[in-house]
């Protein structure tokens, strides 16, 4: 299995439950869907977007081979190399779906 990550409030995930596709709030201006590979990067990218955030943040686990829309592997201004999902995502992708709790440091898996 090739695991990608997806950050998601809570509140916004709801109403995607048992829905067969997923976009995110961003979707239609980023025209893809942002994700992340390896957990130190996925808390770097939380600690970095969702730094005031005070809500439930949530982590979709994410199966790669499983999503049918189009992913690539695309650089960032700070060099990392992100996978983005050009299309919806096919939520029977989603293996899992985490909580994400803030500590002293920053957030990290519940």
Sequence with gaps: MSIIYCL??????????????YVPRDYEQEG????TKGDELLFKVANRVYAQYTGQLLVLVIDEKNVRSEVKYETAKG?????????PLNTDAITEVR???REDKGWTFA
């Design 8 to 21: 998601v409030p809570q509140s916004y995930w709801e109403k995607f439950v048992n829905k067969e596709e």
């Design 32 to 35: 893809f869907i942002h994700t």
């Design 79 to 87: 060099g990392n190399l992100y996978p983005h999902i050009y299309g």
């Design 99 to 101: 909580a994400m709790k």
